[in-house]
C-alpha cells in the first residue's frame, strides 16, 4: 500500500532562515512525485513534479530534490507569503490514476 | 485562479440529508477528480472521471456518487450525511486521463458542515 509521511507536522521560521521540509514515501513503482502548496481556505496548488532519483527542480525560493525513499522542499530565505501547508503526493504504478497526499507540514514565517 | 470552479463555497446541512457538490473543470480538461479533506486524515481520494467515464475510485462510501456530464462538468452526491461527513471537498482536474506526471489542478474546494 502507497504511504507518504511528512515531517515535520509544523515548522515556524524567522524570516531568512533557510530550512528543509521532508517528505518521505513508500510506493509499488514510483510515476511521480508532485509537491504542492496549500493557503488557507484554497485548494492545492502545483509546484513540481519529479520523476527519477537525484533529480532537482528550483521555482524562486524553493528547490525540490528526490532520493528513492524521501524527496526534500529546500526553503531558501523564505519570506512571510512562503507560509503555507506543503502537501507532498506520489503517483505509483498500481493501476490508479489518482495522487495519493501526505498530511503536509504546516510552515510559517515569522516577519 | 486554477480555472476550476466549485459551488457551493460552503454548505450546512443535517444528519440524514442529501446534498449535491458541482466541479466545473478547466477549459479543455477531460478528467476531473474528487478529493476529501478532512482535519485528521489530509486529502483522500474519492473518484475520477474521464470523458464521462468512471476512471479509477478511491475510498467512497456506497452513500456517495458521482458523475461527469457531457460538458464535462461534474457532480459528487452525498446522502444520508453523518457528521463524520463533514470536511472540505475538492475538485480537481487534468487535460489526459491520469497519464505519469499529469498535474491536477484544484478548486477552492466546498465546506460542508453536517449538523
Known amino acids: 500500500e502507497d504511504q507518504v509521511t511528512q515531517s515535520p507536522e509544523a515548522l515556524r521560521l524567522q524570516e531568512g532562515e533557510s530550512s528543509s521540509l521532508n517528505c518521505s514515501y513508500t510506493v509499488s513503482g514510483l510515476r511521480g512525485l508532485f509537491w504542492y502548496r496549500q493557503d488557507p481556505g484554497k485548494g492545492p496548488e502545483f509546484l513540481f513534479t519529479l520523476y527519477s532519483a537525484g533529480e532537482e527542480k528550483e521555482k524562486e525560493r524553493l528547490k525540490a530534490t528526490l532520493t528513492k525513499k524521501e524527496s526534500f522542499l529546500h526553503i531558501t530565505a523564505p519570506k512571510p507569503e512562503d507560509s503555507a501547508t506543503y502537501l507532498c503526493a506520489v503517483q505509483s504504478s498500481t493501476g490508479a490514476n489518482n495522487l495519493f497526499f501526505g498530511t503536509g507540514t504546516r510552515l510559517t514565517v515569522i516577519p | 485562479d486554477s480555472g476550476v470552479t466549485q459551488t457551493p463555497k460552503h454548505l450546512i446541512t443535517a444528519t440524514g440529508q442529501r446534498v449535491t457538490l458541482r466541479c466545473s473543470p478547466r477549459s479543455g480538461d477531460l478528467s476531473v477528480y474528487w478529493y476529501q479533506q478532512s482535519l485528521d486524515q489530509g486529502l483522500q481520494f474519492l473518484i475520477q472521471y474521464y470523458n464521462g467515464e468512471e476512471r479509477a475510485k478511491g475510498n467512497i462510501l456506497e452513500r456517495f456518487s458521482a458523475q461527469q456530464f457531457p460538458d464535462l462538468h461534474s457532480e459528487l452526491n452525498l446522502s444520508s450525511l453523518e457528521l463524520g461527513d463533514s470536511a472540505l471537498y475538492f475538485c480537481?482536474?487534468?487535460?489526459?486521463?491520469?497519464?505519469?506526471?499529469?498535474?491536477?489542478?484544484f478548486g477552492s474546494g466546498t465546506q460542508l458542515s453536517v449538523l
Open positions: 480537481a482536474s487534468s487535460d489526459g486521463p491520469g497519464g505519469v506526471g499529469e498535474k491536477l489542478f
